[in-house]
């Protein structure tokens, strides 16, 4: 092969590249013709969609957030009524059991809270008995230990304490009410 044939194929190579490229920048700017052909109409009508678009999310947003602020309110109301029936509840139980203490079934309740100490800890010389200032005089009746007054016993009942072993029980009606009080604040059933 000489070189004009060489430089002939040449030639003919770099045509067929340059026509593949006019090919791909005509289908470019046909398509760019096409694109810029459009009317004002479908322009303004994408516009238009796309802030409805926004719209409906800002909306839906401010729903949420309102459904949200509403839920919590009805829950707070729910928990606060629920806090004032349970306060009314044991307010009503304890005037109940201000009463009992001040009826006659009141001394058989000492002796039976006296006999469950002695199931729990050895009531002998080194327990003390702790009662209400108004209950030391009926206590000390009632056992050889010492009695001593507690002023931190509010409703009624005993608490006692081995010394020897640093042993603690309560049986006063504060405790039991206190418990009662808790147990019933954490029922699954009362849970919103």
Same mark, same amino acid.
């Given at each position: 092969?000489?070189?004009?044939?060489?430089?002939?194929?040449?030639?003919?190579?770099?045509?067929?590249?340059?026509?593949?490229?006019?090919?791909?920048?005509?289908?470019?700017?046909?398509?760019?013709?096409?694109?810029?052909?459009?009317?004002?109409?479908?322009?303004?009508? +994408?516009?238009?969609?796309?802030?409805?678009?926004?719209?409906?999310?800002?909306?839906?947003?401010?729903?949420? +957030?309102?459904?949200?602020?509403?839920?919590?309110? #009805?829950?707070?109301?729910?928990? #606060?009524?629920?806090?004032?029936?349970?306060?009314? /509840?044991?307010?009503?139980?304890?005037? +109940?059991?201000?009463?009992?203490?001040?009826?006659?079934?009141?001394?058989? /309740?000492?002796?039976?809270?006296?006999?469950?100490?002695?199931?729990?800890?050895?009531?002998?010389?080194?327990?003390?008995?702790?009662?209400?200032?108004?209950?030391?005089?009926?206590?000390?009746?009632?056992?050889?230990?010492?009695?001593?007054?507690?002023?931190?016993?509010?409703?009624?009942?005993?608490?006692?304490?081995?010394?020897?072993?640093?042993?603690?029980?309560?049986?006063?009606?504060?405790?039991?009410?206190?418990?009662?009080?808790?147990?019933?604040?954490?029922?699954?059933?009362?849970?919103?």
């Amino acid at each position: 092969m000489d070189n004009n044939a060489k430089l002939e194929l040449f030639r003919q190579a770099i045509q067929e590249q340059a026509d593949a490229e006019a090919k791909s920048i005509i289908a470019d700017m046909r398509s760019k013709k096409a694109a810029a052909g459009r009317t004002q109409e479908e322009i303004d009508a +994408k516009v238009t969609l796309n802030g409805i678009k926004t719209e409906i999310t800002r909306s839906r947003t401010a729903f949420r +957030k309102e459904m949200s602020k509403c839920d919590y309110d #009805m829950k707070k109301s729910v928990l #606060m009524y629920r806090s004032k029936l349970i306060s009314e /509840f044991f307010d009503d139980i304890e005037a +109940k059991l201000k009463s009992f203490v001040d009826s006659a079934e009141y001394e058989s /309740f000492l002796r039976r809270s006296l006999e469950k100490i002695r199931a729990s800890i050895a009531i002998d010389s080194a327990t003390v008995i702790y009662a209400r200032p108004c209950d030391v005089d009926i206590v000390r009746t009632m056992t050889s230990c010492e009695v001593t007054s507690d002023s931190n016993i509010q409703l009624g009942g005993l608490r006692a304490m081995c010394r020897v072993k640093n042993v603690l029980c309560d049986v006063t009606l504060d405790v039991a009410l206190q418990e009662e009080m808790r147990a019933f604040a954490d029922k699954s059933e009362l849970s919103l």
